[in-house]
């Protein structure tokens, strides 16, 4: 194996520990969403999240810069003057995109706010948003330079600091909104969607407050253990440790390069060139929300349907079918943010196999987390609505058909999330903003032509989604074959926990019939997802889905090789 190998391969564990602390912060803080939307939905109805819902796709685009564009920029960045050992280099392009976020947020929180009502004027009914978003506007003065923050530390690969962030961030959010709209509920559904949606502006302020702390903690601890490095090798060695020491003087020679050959413009220029194409390229998801937002209303009153049916059908879309379906998104997004430096790596030391072995664990790590996911919400769609929002039994069960389509597309999303990650990382990101585009047109398409049937309605819109999301990621996964030039192993990848997934999926339904004759609806819900779970992880060890080789690649793998040794052996006998 040559050098270059092995310095890459130390970052194999990297990526996936990366990923397995960003994908528990993603679980955690999707836990408190769904926490935060359950309540908020029984207290304010499908009217009341649909004005909130209203608001938040448009949030969510300006978002994706922060926490998809502009981190995965920066990582990149960073990880490259890692690579080259130039620490001045790394926390230059951290200030300076501090700089360009805090404009660029300020910009965006002042055209949020005092154009709240001119741009949710143009929504068909739903008006009344405008005031989730003026609440709302303040928290991008904060979120883009959390991003900023975020990408530094995903660029050397220590993702506690944003994992703790999200987790802080989301919690004050949760507890702040949900209070504000209990309070301002006797003013009426749109005013409590607006106290709902106040909680991102005080959650994204104290999110940034700890990313600064454990910033300023890390560099000072960083510079403590550089200095008694040479400390304690100067005793060892019996020497001296003057003031231009050999170390010092490469740093400084490093850091004279750095000052004079990339001006603050280069870097800025930098940054948004590799910026923009991640945030088209990321930003699938909330531009597919915003076409909802913009054509749905319209289709569903050309339809026949009245104001307040309009904004119920919507509210039932968006705010009791959307969220339960894109909870595998937050973990794959995290994975594919921890693949892009470790795919940097390989592609700049042309180690074909390494990337191989890289773009392959993306893929099957997000399949086998998606499909199952994908399964088991169509199995089960109306009972776990029905468990989620006991006080609105009628709206859960409307949004049941809605649900169940956007699942097929939730394994074509994940897929979607990796293969972006990839061409990013092996500097094909315009290839993601083509196939972002053909997406969107597929989506305007099947909304536009199927949500005007009465008995479809917002079923055509999730159709809509999904077909999107299938054509976008059909042609991703073209180009990540062609471009990097690996095989993907799509038998080992795709076939085989998808074949653990629909054996999990006609048990899981099954038990909920059986279940449903002696105990209630919930309990036999909760009792079945269990039994589902059981039956995902012994289908994988039958079918040979996961083998011990990719449980080594894990943190804490001789636990888990334990754990998988000790079940093969339960399974086939200790043969």
């Not at 921890?338 to 390989?346: G, K």
């Not at 030039?485 to 909920?512: A, E």
Request: one cysteine or more.
């Amino acid at each position: 194996m040559t050098e270059s190998s092995q310095t890459l391969n130390k970052h194999k564990k990297s990526f996936v520990t990366g990923a397995a602390i960003l994908a528990a912060a993603g679980i955690i803080t999707k836990m408190m969403s769904g926490f935060f939307r359950i309540p908020l939905g029984n207290m304010i109805g499908a009217e009341g999240m649909a004005y909130y819902q209203t608001v938040y796709p448009i949030y969510s685009l300006l978002l994706v810069v922060a926490t998809s564009g502009l981190p995965v920029a920066i990582s990149k960045l960073i990880s490259e003057k890692e690579a080259d050992d130039d620490s001045y280099g790394m926390h230059r392009i951290l200030h300076i995109s501090i700089a360009m976020m805090l404009t660029f947020g300020l910009i965006c929180a002042v055209v949020l706010f005092f154009g709240a009502e001119f741009l949710t004027n143009n929504i068909k009914d739903l008006n009344g948003s405008k005031w989730a978003m003026m609440a709302i506007a303040p928290a991008l003065l904060f979120v883009p330079m959390n991003g900023a923050l975020r990408g530094y530390f995903n660029g050397t690969q220590s993702m506690v600091p944003t994992a703790l962030s999200q987790v802080v961030e989301q919690f004050f959010r949760v507890c702040s909104g949900l209070i504000m709209a209990y309070l301002l509920l006797h003013n009426g559904s749109a005013i409590a969607a607006a106290g709902a949606a106040g909680g991102a502006s005080v959650g994204a302020l104290l999110g940034l407050i700890l990313l600064i702390v454990c910033y300023v903690f890390f560099t000072s601890s960083s510079t403590s253990l550089s200095s008694r490095k040479i400390q304690n090798e100067a005793l060892y060695t019996g020497a001296t440790v003057p003031m231009a020491s050999t170390e010092s003087a490469a740093s400084t020679e490093s850091t004279e390069s750095t000052r004079t050959t990339e001006t603050r413009r280069m870097i800025i220029k930098r940054i948004i060139s590799l910026a923009i194409p991640v945030t088209l390229g990321a930003a699938i998801m909330p531009i597919i929300t915003i076409v909802d937002v913009i054509l749905v209303p319209v289709r569903l009153s050309d339809a026949g349907f009245i104001a307040d049916s309009v904004r119920v059908l919507y509210g039932q879309l968006t705010g009791f079918a959307s969220p339960i379906v894109n909870l595998p998104n937050v973990i794959v997004t995290s994975i594919a943010i921890s693949i892009v430096p470790t795919i940097v790596r390989a592609h700049r030391a042309s180690d074909k196999n390494f990337l191989q072995d890289q773009i392959n664990l993306g893929i099957r790590i997000a399949m086998l987390i998606s499909l199952p996911c994908t399964v088991g919400i169509i199995a089960l769609a109306r009972p776990i609505l029905l468990l989620l929002y006991p006080g609105q039994p009628i709206d859960a069960v409307s949004s049941a058909p809605a649900m169940m389509v956007l699942a097929l597309g939730i394994a074509f999303l994940s897929l979607n999330q990796i293969t972006t990650g990839v061409l990013q990382g092996i500097s094909k990101a315009m290839i993601p903003i083509a196939t972002m585009l053909v997406g969107i047109l597929v989506k305007i398409l099947f909304t536009y032509v199927f949500t005007v049937i009465p008995s479809v309605n917002i079923i055509g819109a999730a159709l809509g989604t999904t077909a999107a999301y299938v054509a976008a990621t059909s042609i991703n996964l073209y180009f990540v074959k062609r471009c990097s030039r690996v095989d993907i192993f799509m038998k080992k990848n795709i076939l085989l926990p998808l074949l653990s997934s629909l054996i999990m999926g006609v048990i899981t339904y099954g038990g909920y019939s059986l279940f449903l004759r002696f105990m209630s609806s919930n309990v036999a819900t909760f009792v079945s997802i269990l039994l589902g779970g059981v039956t995902y992880i012994v289908a994988l060890f039958c079918t040979n889905s996961i083998t011990r080789d990719d449980l080594m690649t894990f943190p804490k793998s001789e636990k888990l090789v334990l754990i998988y040794d000790t079940i093969s052996k339960l399974l086939y006998n200790g043969k």
